[in-house]
């Protein structure tokens, strides 16, 4: 049965349609600006969200080592600039009957379409292990670097627990964390990543899993692929290896943590939590209500795909709110920067590549060469000329916009979008490693250079 709208009856509408978007992250900033992008004036706007600002968090992983940090933008600059209302609170639940969303404060929010992105939450896998997120004081890490340093610890164990499918952060903390013991002095340390995957990074395929080995070796660093790490039953605290009932032998351990469903009360969702949805993020038995992002049960939680997912559904609202669109559904494509201590590794893996094959390689992908590959779906490809076009190195570290960025602007159409390098949230994820201000990387009309 196809969910979504029919143009006949989505055409007849003359007011603009109420939509109300949870959630200030990825999946709802890209979602906020596709449909401004795709709707237009069919659409009237509201982003809730519990926090003032966003935070762009994937090159968190690198502040403990002073090689990055997570960048913040105003809210109300970016709702401002796309014209719509901002609001403070956290969604809840959702009278769906009714057409109503209730936040956490007990405010009762009427809508016409619904988006849920509210991310998911998280939880420490293990007891008496530091679990490491992209919120994590890096002061914490930076003591293990410390001692590290000053000699008191030469084994460290990065674990990826049962049921965790985003596993990239524990392969750069690793590598990082062993590039760092060297360029201490230290080349008696041994850090270890235990992972229950077959290959590292095997989710990106093949040639990513090679690559990724590469790197593993040249920093001095195993990995144990095929294992899972568990809590020793009987109470003792330590951490034991299956198959093979081994204990972990290591003086400090980081594992990643076990991501966790909002629960929104009203809405379908797995034991987890977490948001049931069809491919192009429609909420089952709910007419108004679409999700997208960490939210949804889709086991991959990462920013491209959650800027994919919200894609898919802000087409499917505009095509409600009577836009000329023709919805597509979610098509996965994974996209991911791994940063090695020594440089960055590009890795993409999606429909376009051989099922197991994928594709790794030390230069850009895409453009901007931000690290989650954000938006992909509508910026697929570089502009014909770019760096990145011609597998040059593009440079992650300047601080004007080149000239494949000024040319990357919105095309005449969502199809034609899609031919160049822009990507809604791509654009403005550009400025999260570039200075200035976030309305001058703003999409700009075909032709012209943006303000």
Not at 54 to 71: C, K, Q, S
Not at 350 to 370: D, N
Request: charged share 20%; glycine share 12%.
């Amino acid at each position: 049965m196809n969910s979504q709208p029919s143009k006949s009856t989505s055409s007849r509408r003359r007011s603009p349609l109420r939509v109300l978007i949870a959630g200030g992250g990825v999946a709802g900033l890209e979602a906020l600006l596709a449909l401004r992008d795709l709707a237009g004036e069919r659409v009237r706007l509201t982003l809730l969200s519990p926090a003032a600002e966003f935070v762009y968090r994937p090159m968190a992983v690198a502040e403990p080592f002073g090689r990055g940090r997570a960048a913040h933008h105003d809210l109300h600059r970016i709702t401002e600039d796309v014209g719509a209302e901002l609001l403070t609170g956290a969604l809840a639940g959702v009278d769906e009957d009714g057409h109503v969303a209730v936040s956490a404060a007990g405010e009762r929010l009427s809508y016409d379409a619904l988006l849920v992105a509210v991310g998911a939450g998280s939880e420490p896998a293990f007891r008496g292990v530091l679990s490491w997120t992209p919120e994590t004081d890096p002061q914490l890490f930076g003591g293990l670097l410390r001692d590290l340093d000053e000699g008191y610890v030469k084994r460290v164990a990065f674990i990826v627990p049962p049921g965790v499918a985003w596993v990239l952060p524990a392969y750069e903390l690793a590598l990082m964390t062993g590039w760092q013991a060297w360029g201490m002095g230290h080349d008696d340390v041994q850090v270890t990543v235990y992972t229950p995957e077959d290959a590292p990074l095997g989710l990106f395929g093949a040639q990513a899993a090679a690559a990724v080995r590469d790197d593993l070796e040249a920093a001095g660093v195993k990995a144990e692929t095929g294992v899972y790490v568990a809590e020793d039953p009987g109470g003792s605290g330590r951490l034991i290896l299956q198959p093979g009932e081994r204990e972990l032998d290591a003086e400090r351990s980081v594992a990643l943590p076990r991501a966790v469903g909002p629960g929104i009360t009203g809405l379908p969702s797995d034991p987890r939590g977490f948001v049931l949805t069809d491919r192009y993020g429609k909420v089952p038995d709910a007419a108004r209500v679409w999700a997208a992002g960490d939210a949804i049960a889709f086991p991959v939680k990462q920013g491209g795909l959650a800027s994919q997912q919200a894609d898919a559904a802000a087409e499917s609202i505009a095509a409600l709110a009577g836009a000329d669109v023709e919805p597509e559904p979610f098509r996965p494509m994974l996209r991911g920067m791994m940063l090695t201590g020594r440089g960055r590794a590009w890795m993409r893996h999606g429909a376009a590549e051989a099922p197991s094959e994928g594709i790794a390689f030390r230069r850009a992908l895409w453009w901007p060469p931000t690290k989650t590959g954000l938006s992909a779906r509508r910026g697929g490809a570089c502009p014909p000329g770019s760096a990145a076009r011609r597998g040059q190195a593009v440079g992650a570290d300047r601080r004007e916009p080149t000239p494949a960025v000024r040319a990357g602007g919105r095309g005449a159409s969502p199809r034609a979008a899609a031919a160049s390098c822009r990507g809604i949230v791509r654009v403005w994820a550009h400025r999260a490693w570039r200075a200035g201000s976030w309305a001058t990387v703003r999409a700009a009309p075909a032709g012209s250079r943006p303000r």
